[in-house]
């Protein structure tokens, strides 16, 4: 079993992740928030930044499992991967569509670049 190559992969998987998260967070739900008046205790930003917490924590959980034989990892990695599952539907059918609608041709033009560049 390569637990360093497991490591490190995982390392890689959660960086990305949490760039993920991190550009929602600052990005797009700022600027739903704006357009739609809803501030970020309420509405849908509310529940995805409630779902962030728990995925940071489960990809937290899952990283110190690597290479613990008595570990839970796989049941923490299934719960990671249906949360993932379930939160995902939420943004691609609730959220980004609505901010597809809320945005010109142009702003979608702005925002993609910024989450392109975003680090």
């Known amino acids: 079993m390569d637990i360093d190559g ?3 992969a995982w390392a890689d998987y959660s960086h990305g992740l949490q760039r993920h998260i991190r550009f929602e967070e ?10 739609t008046g809803l501030g970020p205790g309420a509405g849908p930003t509310a529940v995805m930044r409630e779902e962030h ?8 959980r ?4 690597i290479g613990n034989p008595g570990a839970e990892a796989e049941a923490l990695r299934r719960r990671l991967s249906y949360t993932l599952a379930e939160h995902n ?6 959220l980004y569509p609505a901010i597809d609608d809320l945005l010109s ?9 910024k989450i392109q560049s975003f680090r």
């Open 26 to 35: 600052e990005l797009l739900f700022p600027l739903f928030e704006e357009r």
């Open 105 to 113: 041709p142009a702003e979608s033009d702005d925002l993609v670049w």
């Open 62 to 65: 899952v990283g110190d499992e």
């Open 89 to 94: 539907g939420k943004e691609e059918e609730i």
């Open 6 to 8: 497991a490591i490190a």
């Open 53 to 60: 917490a728990e995925i940071r924590q489960l990809l937290t």
